[in-house]
């Protein structure tokens, strides 16, 4: 698997052509799996996704099948340094080197993979996920993962901006809904930007 770090430019070398590449958004054990080991710190683990497990076979399952078809899956993960500016707002989560912030065990990237590293909740603040995704030169990306209402609307708003046709599978995706509504309002301004959903 290949890692696209955040905090260096990086010559994305890859030559691709495919219809359609799956991008798992944030499945980090911090963000899906309610039971985590603390780390020593009482804040790890403490950003749960209310039903994220639910969605980890559906995905898996995604996976699999383009795996099949040889096809690269795009990962996106949470990696903070301790002390991230994202922590005046949030508990601390998804700490670099961290097991909170490992994808969770399901889900393993493999050999032919890409995961983007990110300091924010959008993949596009790392300066090579443009390079990346132009170079995969995919018809489509397909996006599931967490969460609905934060890292998800960004990845999707960023690259339908960027020119790339985004589809997201509702069925695949979890929300925070911190205040009630968020996750359709995050629904509705996807759409507005030319997002498909699906
Ligand atoms: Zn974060």
């Given at each position: 698997?290949?890692?696209?770090?955040?905090?260096?430019k990086e010559?994305v070398?890859?030559?691709?052509k495919f219809?359609?590449?799956p991008?798992?958004i944030d499945?980090?054990n911090?963000?899906v799996?309610?039971?985590f080991p603390?780390n020593?710190?009482k804040?790890?683990?403490k950003?749960?996704v209310?039903?994220?497990e639910e969605?980890?076979?559906?995905i898996?399952?995604?996976i699999e099948q383009?795996?099949?078809q040889?096809?690269?899956?795009i990962?996106t993960?949470?990696w903070h340094?301790y002390?991230?500016?994202?922590?005046?707002?949030?508990?601390?989560?998804?700490?670099?080197?961290?097991?909170?912030?490992?994808?969770?065990?399901?889900?393993?990237?493999?050999?032919?993979d890409?995961?983007?590293q990110?300091n924010?909740?959008?993949?596009?603040?790392n300066p090579?996920?443009?390079?990346?995704?132009?170079?995969?030169?995919?018809?489509e990306?397909?996006?599931?993962g967490?969460?609905t209402?934060y890292?998800?609307?960004?990845f999707?708003?960023?690259?339908?901006k960027?020119g790339?046709k985004?589809?997201?599978n509702?069925?695949m995706?979890?929300?925070?809904?911190?205040?009630k509504?968020?996750?359709?309002?995050?629904?509705?301004e996807?759409?507005?930007?030319?997002?498909?959903?699906?």
């Open positions: 698997m290949k890692i696209i770090t955040w905090d260096k010559k070398e890859v030559k691709g219809e359609r590449i991008v798992i499945m980090q911090d963000f799996k309610k039971e603390v020593g710190h804040d790890n683990g950003l749960v209310a039903g994220a969605i980890i076979q559906k898996a399952n995604l383009y795996r099949k040889e096809v690269p899956i990962y993960t949470d340094p002390f991230a500016d994202e922590f005046k707002v949030w508990p601390i989560h998804c700490v670099i080197g961290t097991k909170g912030a490992e994808i969770i065990d399901e889900l393993k990237p493999n050999g032919q890409f995961v983007i990110k924010a909740n959008a993949a596009f603040t090579n996920t443009l390079d990346l995704l132009k170079a995969l030169n995919a018809k990306f397909l996006v599931t967490v969460a209402d890292c998800i609307k960004n999707a708003i960023d690259a339908a960027n790339f985004v589809i997201v509702l069925d995706v979890k929300g925070v809904d911190l205040n509504g968020d996750i359709d309002k995050a629904i509705a996807m759409k507005a930007a030319g997002v498909e959903l699906i």
